[in-house]
């Protein structure tokens, strides 16, 4: 919900506060690199004092910094409130295209605050109900392997239009909101597959995914709006169709992994409690 809430207002932060794109986007680094941090430690963490009361601790500091950053007046307040390995290297840059379309292009889409948040609602309704419905579906027919490669190639061609097209606005924002398909897509059964994979207990494995995860997804805005600056509006986003044809290059010395995957989860009843802590898991992490 964090991202999903600061992502329509970008463009409008950019604005009223006179920063550059590069500077707004410090907002998903800073917050993306210390969900990548936090994540390391909050499994400790709920195993000592509860779920409910580590739940209920987030909350409150998401409450309080959250009212700090709209009090303040410059980037970097706002940066400073929001502040206070083959599986998870595929994760990363996948994390990377998936952060640049989901950081950078409110820029180009050119759209006000309102139009923006209706783009980026229509985004996230394709991510669940493929995360939801799609995924499980696609896995039981085409299996992980198959999957997982064709819908990465199918991303990173999305990203690869975008790049083409980011001065056109019709193909820009349609584009923008198809990679909800993927991205539900990716996520559930990547997810699924590094638990059921994982040689250490999921509460390890969940903690050591999620960071490297999402060191990858906080560097990739502030890094496309420098490439911005420094060369053109269309770098980032090549970039990002270049980062997905590594994943899938990185995933492919993995197959082994996604077949034991397969194999695992066809052992495991169907709706099994893996299953649907992972599905409740990405979910979470995708908004």
């Known amino acids: 919900m964090g991202i999903g809430l600061v992502d329509p207002i970008l463009p409008s932060l950019a604005g009223k506060l006179h920063a550059s794109p590069a500077q707004v986007e410090l907002l998903f680094t800073s917050y993306l690199v210390v969900t990548a941090v936090a994540m390391l430690v909050t499994g ?40 206070l390995l083959t599986m998870g290297l595929t994760a990363l840059l996948y994390n990377w295209a998936f952060f640049t379309v989901l950081g950078y292009a409110p820029f180009p889409m050119r759209l006000d605050t309102h139009k923006l948040g209706i783009a980026f609602t229509a985004w996230g309704v394709l991510v669940a109900i493929f995360a939801v419905f799609g995924a499980p579906r696609l896995q039981s ?22 790049g083409l097209f980011v001065q056109n606005q019709a193909v820009l924002i349609t584009a923008v909101i198809a990679t909800g398909v993927f991205i539900g897509v990716n996520n559930t059964i990547t997810t699924q597959a590094v638990m059921t994979v994982a040689p250490v207990e999921r ?26 600056e420094r060369w053109n509006v269309h770098v980032p986003f090549y970039v990002g ?18 077949r034991v995957a397969e194999q695992n989860q066809a052992a495991e009843p169907a709706g099994s409690r893996e299953e649907k802590e992972a599905l409740a898991e990405e979910l979470g992490s995708a908004t």
């Open 203 to 228: 509460s390890i494995a969940s903690a050591s995914y999620g960071f490297i995860r999402f060191i990858g997804g906080g560097l990739a805005p502030f890094f496309a709006g420098k490439m911005v």
């Open 241 to 258: 169709a270049i980062s997905v044809a590594l994943a899938i290059a990185v995933l492919s010395t993995g197959h082994r992994l996604l």
């Open 44 to 83: 400790w963490v709920g195993s000592r004092i509860g779920a409910k009361r580590t739940l209920v601790a987030g909350l409150v500091l998401i409450v309080v910094f959250s009212a700090l950053a709209g009090s303040a007046h410059t980037i970097g307040q706002i940066v400073r409130h929001r502040g």
């Open 141 to 162: 027919r085409f299996g992980i392997a198959r999957t997982l490669y064709v819908n990465l190639a199918m991303f990173g061609v999305d990203v690869l239009i975008i």
